[in-house]
């Protein structure tokens, strides 16, 4: 593995910066800066808010001001007015924000691309998840999922890393949508599986690297796993 290719690599993996306690927000906010400098950017959802307020939120998108992916993840599946309200008031600062394509268009995702694009946000859509519950009524759906996503035309969707397979049907469905894949290290996906089996852009790993004493190293260790299995894919992201 080359230094080029660890480098290139470590800027495919976002960070979910995901606190069990509210004692975990200041240690996970000083893992942002690091994950935006070193990695590819962060990812804050439910538990950032539900622990540390929407100033917990908004501090991480602040943190990560100078470079780095910003993902709102409140996976919203709500009618477009609600969603446009949600938005209005956690999104700003962030690059993406993440809804689940499983409520359709016209009156949700329409309105929430309409209201996220006002604000120079990119919308991002879950079409399959990590879990295993996934296969009960998500994954039988895929293609009407990837159909609803086709009209829509986020800039990013979500297909999970534990699945490659999964990945690889999106990926050929929508070759020019950024993907992002979740479900690395704690949830049994091998770094790597994502990208050098499926075609996704990004990894998403959250305790691997937030839960490790060493937090740099475990994200270059991460990133060193995507190198060496397949380096010829890590041209830089098409963000
Ligand atoms: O298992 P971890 O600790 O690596 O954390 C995984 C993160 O990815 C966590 O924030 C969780 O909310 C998210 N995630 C999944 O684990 N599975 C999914 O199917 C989808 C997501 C997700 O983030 O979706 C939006 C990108």
Do not use: N
Request: aromatic share 2%.
């Amino acid at each position: 593995m080359s230094q080029g290719s660890a480098g290139l690599a470590v800027k495919r993996v976002i960070v979910a910066l995901d606190p069990a306690v509210e004692g975990d927000v200041e240690k996970l906010l000083g893992i942002a800066r690091l994950a935006c400098r070193e990695g590819a950017g962060i990812k804050v959802g439910l538990p950032m808010l539900a622990l540390g307020g929407s100033e917990a939120v908004s501090e991480a998108a602040r943190l990560c001001s100078g470079g780095g992916l910003r993902v709102l993840d409140l996976k919203l599946a709500d009618i477009g007015y609600v969603m446009r309200l949600a938005v209005e008031s956690l999104a700003r600062g962030f690059d993406a924000a993440i809804a689940h394509a499983f409520i359709g268009s016209e009156g949700a995702l329409e309105e929430l691309k309409g209201a996220l694009e006002g604000m120079g946000v990119r919308l991002v859509l879950v079409l399959s998840m990590s879990h295993q519950g996934s296969a009960e009524v998500i994954d039988p759906c895929l293609d009407r999922l990837i159909s609803v996503a086709t009209r829509v035309r986020p800039w990013g969707v979500v297909a999970p890393a534990t699945r490659p397979g999964v990945i690889a049907r999106v990926r050929s469905a929508m070759p020019r949508t950024v993907i992002m894949s979740p479900g690395v290290g704690a949830q049994g996906g091998r770094p790597g599986d994502a990208i050098c089996l499926g075609g996704a852009d990004y990894e998403i790993v959250g305790r691997v690297v937030t839960r490790s004493p060493d937090p740099v190293s475990a994200l270059r260790s991460v990133a060193g796993s995507i190198a060496e299995r397949c380096p010829e894919r890590l041209l830089p992201a098409s963000t």
